[in-house]
């Protein structure tokens, strides 16, 4: 049975992803609705997204800082306060105990109730789409940096020493899951995740939109939800105050 999750929404919540737009296709309908109603959401972009481009005038460097920019203002039409770029390669991301410590790391210092990211276990979405690397590494690591890195005073103590207290993250909701439990209503966002999407000029044309909108209908139509997002959400502390 899918829990309602309408009337939900967390103080605080961090999206991890892989590239630059990946948040949007994810869940800014979902961020745009909570920030509205005061969760303080921080992004955290894993790569510089510096290898999407076929523009043979197109360098890594020039396209790192485009992308940058466009993400922070595609961050900004949603009300995203705060903004991680953690400068990683975009296409070789790997699963590294680094690259956890990272994660963790961040998951200290903002303290999130929420944590959302990709669902590592999907790799195959439909007969046309084999998901990314980067997209299941950087499902993979999130989960690993929240439970049970993020939680443990004794793993990474080098965090502790820089001052970073641990902290148990509340839920983990997976986006592009093939097991999803819980949907949002993105019927009054809907607009604000198109406007989001269109930040990303270098990357998504037009058309984005119309994929945009059939890809909310499309996890709505389970639920009779117009438009929607799903995802698989994990409950790994219980919070009366927010639940
Ligand atoms: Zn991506």
Redesign the pocket.
Known sequence: MPSNVEGFVPPSAMVVV??P??AEFMCAGTVAKWAKQGCEVTYVIITKGDKGSDDPEMTSSKLTVIREAEQRAAGAVLGVKNFEFMGYPDGYLQHTLDLRRDVARLIRKYRPHVIMSFDPTNRFFSDNYVN?P??RVAGDVTLDATFPTARDRLTFPELLLDGFEPWKVRQIWLSGSDKPNVWVDISDTLELKKQALMMHPSQLGEDVLEFAEQMARGSGASQELAFAESFRRFILEEDPVHE
């Open positions: 892989a590239h737009d990946d990314h980067d997209h």
